[in-house]
């Protein structure tokens, strides 16, 4: 069965750092774009990063990039580091690609930023 796995959600402190983890069972995700979101409580899932197939990279907030996307096609995984973590990073963030004409999600792992 295809599908994503997240992992690497936590609780930090605020000012710390996490790196969370999509790995593709099924799903070659080299041969895709990857793109992370994130949805806080309340509010709608919101777009993070995208690393594309090639391995160029965007963020949505490209002027003060906290955090950095990037792949490993040997473990055909695909990676978020986040610095510098504040409290309105708190959220459930998704892993997403489009796979076969499909978008797939990956179950979202838990991020909580105290202070």
């Known amino acids: 069965q295809a599908q994503l796995v997240e992992s690497g959600g936590g609780l930090v402190q605020a000012g710390g750092s996490l790196r969370l983890s999509c790995a593709g069972s099924?799903?070659?995700?080299?041969?895709?774009?990857v793109a992370w979101y994130r949805q806080a409580p309340g509010k709608q899932r919101e777009w993070v990063a995208t690393?594309?197939?090639?391995?160029?990279?965007n963020y949505a907030d490209s002027e003060n990039p906290r955090f950095h996307i990037w792949r490993d096609n040997a473990e055909n995984t695909v990676y978020l580091q986040m610095t510098d973590l504040q409290i309105q990073d708190t959220a459930v963030y998704y892993c997403?690609?489009?796979?076969?004409?499909?978008?797939?999600w990956g179950q979202g792992t838990q991020v909580t930023v105290s202070s």
């Open positions: 690393v594309a197939s090639g391995g160029a990279t």
């Open positions: 997403n690609t489009n796979h076969r004409g499909r978008q797939y």
């Open positions: 099924g799903i070659l995700l080299s041969t895709n774009g």
